[in-house]
């Protein structure tokens, strides 16, 4: 793993980024390379995170100022080469700017932040973030967002469940999709969803804070593991 | 010149700050409200007289920036 790397995208405002930078290289062992968001020619990287905060203050809409930064077009040219894009919290929100992941999200449906652990189930396996789950596997991960609620066009969410790119749902502990196991409103307890090559992942929950029994749960590391053989 | 530029969400995109403030205003005695709707206004001052090109320029800032054709829309006048 010694000759892979991983960059952690840093904006004005991102908090998630040590832990992100953390657990990859923790889980995954590769070199992690922080990267300013102005820069616009950091070199190349295995896989690029997008982690969570609120860049920019979250001014206009969440991500809105973000998607203009200079590192989003790398992180474009990146994604169109096949090479792995991961989203958290924040940079979901990015990615939906960017245009990079369809739909949008906005403010949660009781308008509250929300700061608590989540059951997420996984739909598809296929895809290189859930290549070690098992189709149907609750996973426990937390959410911190007060714009999580996911939406899109009626026909871009048929697309999105016709092309096997809904990656996870909220739901109860036994893997019910229930309202009451959506926090947000999300249209179909939508938590996470993949691009039409599956390569760019976006998600509201944080794996990267569920990779230590001392945090609650370490089903994050599923995740972040799964992004560590993909790449080798 | 003056623009002012309002964005909304659209109307088929749940709005809870303004289910929130429509029960708000029900609790406080205004029955004929019958919904409320909450968005942005923006307001840019414009060193040019010339209408068309604000125009142009203000769809532009609009589709690129201020506004997420996903979730909601605008209209904008020229003062």
Redesign the interface.
Known sequence: MKNKKIGVVVFPGSNCDYDCYTAAKNIIGCNVDYIWHKDSNPGEFDAIIIPGGFSYGDY??CG?VAR?SPVMDVVAEHAKKGKLVIGICNGFQIL??AGLL???L??????NFICEYTNIKVEQTESPFTSLCKKGQVLNIPIAHGEG?Y???PEVLDMLENENRIAFRYCTAEGDVTEEANPN?SRKNIAGILNESGNVLGMMPHPERAVDKKLGSTDGKLIIRAIGEWIV | MKAQIYVT?KKS??D??GS?IERSLKQMGYDDVASVRIGKFIELDINSDDKAKAETQIKEMCDK??V?P??EEYRFELL
């Open positions: 206009l809409r809105a203009l939906c700017e369809p739909g949008a906005y403010m949660n449906k009781k308008l609620q939406t899109a066009r409103g | 969400l995109v749940l809870p700050q929130t920036l201020f997420n996903n979730i």
